[in-house]
C-alpha cells in the first residue's frame, strides 16, 4: 500500500486524503479524459487477457453502456468492448500531448492510398446450417460442424468483403436495440436482425464518423459526430434513431476554446442529454434538439475536459489551472454544468477509467510513479474509500477508438454496493474479484479456470453475468455468479469445432453483447483487403 501526498487546495467540503490512498499494482493506462492523438487510435496490443473488455450498456435505460450504475440500464443487457487503447495526457504548461502508457501498435496509414473504403460484393450471411455460399471465401460455411451433445449453436455468422487504405476499415461501436443489433461499418450505420442476421436498415452518413458512444436514450436513440465534407474537422452532430434505422437531426457543432477543429470527439449520454468533448473545449446539448445547453471555455479555475453521465448523473474530469496542473473530479447539473462538489486528486494523478458514475468509482494513476488507486465517492463527493487487493488489474478506455472517453473501461461491473473487476496473467490464469463498496475489501474472487479469462458484464438483480473465454481456441460460455460469490450457472454454452475458432478469433479486436439470451460477437475494425471477412456473430439457443 503506498501513501499518497496530500492534494493541493483540497476543497473544504471534503477530509485530507489518508494515509494508505489504496491502490492497485499496475500502471494506469490513459489520461484524465482528453482524446489520444493521431488518426490511429485502433493499435492492438498482444497480451493477456487478449485485450481488456470494456462494459457498456445497451441501450440507455440507463445512464447507457458505460454508466455501470445500478438501474441504469434495461436488464439483460450489456456489452464488452475488447480493444488497445493509447494512453496520453496534456503536456503541462502546453497544449500537447504525450503518450505514457501503452504501446502503439497499429499499423500507420500508407501514403497516396485511397481513404474511402469500396464494397466489393455483397455481405455474406451464413445461418451455421451449412448452407452459406462460401463461394472462393475461407469463412467456414457449417458454423456448427463439431458442436457437442448439450452445447448452443452459433446461430449466424455476417461477413463482409471491402477495399480499403492501408490503415483499415473502422467498424466500432455495437448496439443491441429491439429486434436489431446494429454497426457502424466505414461510414454507414447498420441494423441486423437478431434472429435471423438479416440486414434491416442501413443509413449512410457519407464521411468519417468520428465520435459515438454505446449509450442510448430509452427509446433507442443515440447521437454521433462526423466530420464535416471536406474530412477537415469533426464537427456535424447527428441524432441517431436505431430502432428504425432514421436520420435525425444534423447540427454542426461549434468548437470553443484552444482549438476550432477535431479530429475527434468523445460522447457520453443520459436520457435527453449528452456531452461531448474535444482537445481544449467541450460542451452539453439537448439529444432531441441538439440544442447547446452549456460549455466552458474559460481559463480561469479548473475547467472541465470530459464528462461521464448514467444514472441520471453527470460528473466532469477537470484541468486545474494551478502549478502542478492537478485534476480535480466535480459533478456536474445536467443542464447547467454547475458544480455542486468537487474532489481534487493529488499532484501527479489522472483519471484511468469512470467505472460508474452512480454510485462514483474513479481510477486513478500516476503516470511517474505508476501508482495506482480506485476511489470510491458518496453522493457529496467526498471519499468513501478506495479499494484494496492483490492482483494485475487490466485499464482500458477509448476501446476501438479515441471517442469512446473515459466509460467503456478495462474489464468490470457495477452494482449499488459491489465492483467487480477481471484480474489475472498468462501464469495466474483469469480471475474476477470482487470489492465491496463500503469497505473497498475483497468480497470473493472467481477462478476462470485452465488459463481461461473472465470479463464481468453486467451485475444486475443479485447476480453477476460474465463471459469466460479460451484464448487457446476453445468454447467459450456466458455464466452467472450469485452476488455473494459461488459456482457459476451456465447461462450460454458456446459450440466447440468451427465454431469455437472463429470465436477465438474476434478476441484481438473485439466488441460482445449478451442480451436476452443471445450472444453476439463483432469486430472494431477490418483489415480492408477486398477478401471475405467476419464482421458480426450470433450465438443462441
Given at each position: ?150 452445447e448452443d449453436k452459433a446461430l449466424w455468422l455476417n461477413t463482409v468483403k471491402m ?22 461499418v466505414d461510414k454507414s450505420v447498420i441494423g441486423y436482425g437478431v434472429s435471423d ?345
Open positions: 500500500m503506498t501513501e499518497l501526498p496530500q492534494p493541493p487546495n483540497q476543497p473544504p467540503n471534503q477530509p485530507p486524503t489518508p494515509s494508505g490512498y489504496g491502490h492497485l499494482p499496475g500502471p494506469p493506462q490513459q489520461g484524465h479524459g482528453f482524446p489520444p492523438p493521431g488518426e490511429n487510435p485502433y493499435a492492438q496490443q498482444p497480451g493477456y487477457p487478449p485485450q481488456p473488455p470494456t462494459v457498456t450498456q445497451q441501450p440507455v435505460g440507463p445512464g447507457g453502456p458505460g454508466s455501470s450504475g445500478p438501474g441504469t440500464a434495461p436488464k439483460k443487457k450489456r456489452t464488452l468492448l475488447i480493444a488497445a487503447s493509447v494512453a496520453a495526457v496534456l503536456v503541462l504548461g502546453g497544449v500537447g500531448y504525450v503518450a505514457f502508457s501503452g504501446e502503439d501498435k497499429d499499423p500507420k496509414p500508407v501514403a497516396q492510398e485511397p481513404t474511402d473504403a469500396k464494397p466489393s460484393g455483397s455481405p455474406t450471411l451464413d445461418k451455421g446450417d451449412g448452407d452459406g455460399n462460401g463461394k472462393g471465401s475461407d469463412i467456414p460455411t457449417d458454423l456448427n460442424a463439431g458442436r457437442k451433445p448439450g477495399e480499403g487504405p492501408g490503415s483499415g476499415i473502422p467498424a466500432k461501436g455495437l448496439w443491441v436495440v429491439g429486434d436489431a443489433v446494429v454497426k457502424t442476421g438479416k440486414e434491416k436498415w442501413k443509413i449512410d452518413l457519407r464521411t468519417e464518423i468520428c465520435g459515438l458512444t454505446g449509450q442510448t436514450s430509452p427509446d433507442g436513440k443515440t447521437v454521433m459526430v462526423v466530420k464535416n465534407a471536406d474530412g477537415s474537422n469533426c464537427n456535424q452532430m447527428k441524432l441517431i434513431d436505431l430502432k428504425t434505422g432514421k436520420e435525425g437531426w444534423t447540427k454542426e457543432l461549434a468548437m470553443e476554446g484552444l482549438f476550432k477543429t477535431a479530429s475527434s470527439t468523445t460522447v457520453t449520454l443520459n436520457g435527453d442529454i449528452f456531452a461531448l468533448a474535444w482537445m481544449g473545449g467541450q460542451s452539453a446539448h439537448r439529444l432531441s434538439t441538439g440544442d447547446k445547453l452549456f460549455s466552458d471555455a474559460g481559463p480561469e479555475g479548473c475547467k472541465p475536459m470530459n464528462y461521464a453521465a448514467g444514472n441520471n448523473k453527470m460528473i466532469a474530469v477537470a484541468l486545474c489551472m494551478d502549478a502542478d496542473r492537478t485534476i480535480e473530479i466535480q459533478d456536474a447539473d445536467l443542464n447547467t454544468g454547475k458544480k455542486t462538489w468537487s474532489y481534487r486528486l493529488p499532484k501527479g494523478y489522472q483519471v484511468n477509467a469512470v467505472y460508474s458514475v452512480s454510485p462514483t468509482v474513479i481510477d486513478a494513476g500516476n503516470r511517474d510513479t505508476k501508482q495506482r488507486a480506485i476511489l470510491v465517492l458518496d453522493e457529496k463527493g467526498q471519499k468513501r474509500n478506495t479499494l484494496s487487493g492483490d492482483g494485475n488489474f487490466v485499464v482500458n478506455c477509448g476501446g476501438s477508438s479515441s471517442s469512446d472517453g473515459l466509460q467503456h473501461c478495462g474489464k468490470s461491473a457495477v452494482d449499488a454496493d459491489t465492483v467487480y473487476l477481471a484480474a489475472g496473467d498468462e501464469s495466474t490464469g483469469g480471475e474476477i474479484v470482487a470489492f465491496d463498496l463500503g469497505t473497498g475489501k475483497v468480497k470473493w474472487r472467481a477462478k476462470a479456470g485452465d488459463k481461461k479469462v473472465l470479463a464481468p458484464l453486467e451485475a444486475a438483480n443479485g447476480r453477476l453475468t460474465a463471459y469466460r473465454t479460451d484464448p487457446l481456441g476453445g468454447a467459450g460460455e456466458i455464466v452467472s455468479f450469485p452476488a455473494g460469490g459461488g459456482e457459476p450457472t451456465t447461462l450460454l454454452k458456446l459450440p466447440s469445432g468451427t465454431s469455437a475458432r472463429i470465436e477465438s478469433s474476434f478476441l484481438s479486436s473485439q466488441s460482445a453483447a449478451y442480451v436476452d439470451g443471445r450472444f453476439f460477437l463483432s469486430v472494431t475494425r477490418l483489415v480492408g483487403d477486398n477478401k471475405d471477412e467476419k464482421l458480426l456473430m450470433a450465438f443462441g439457443k
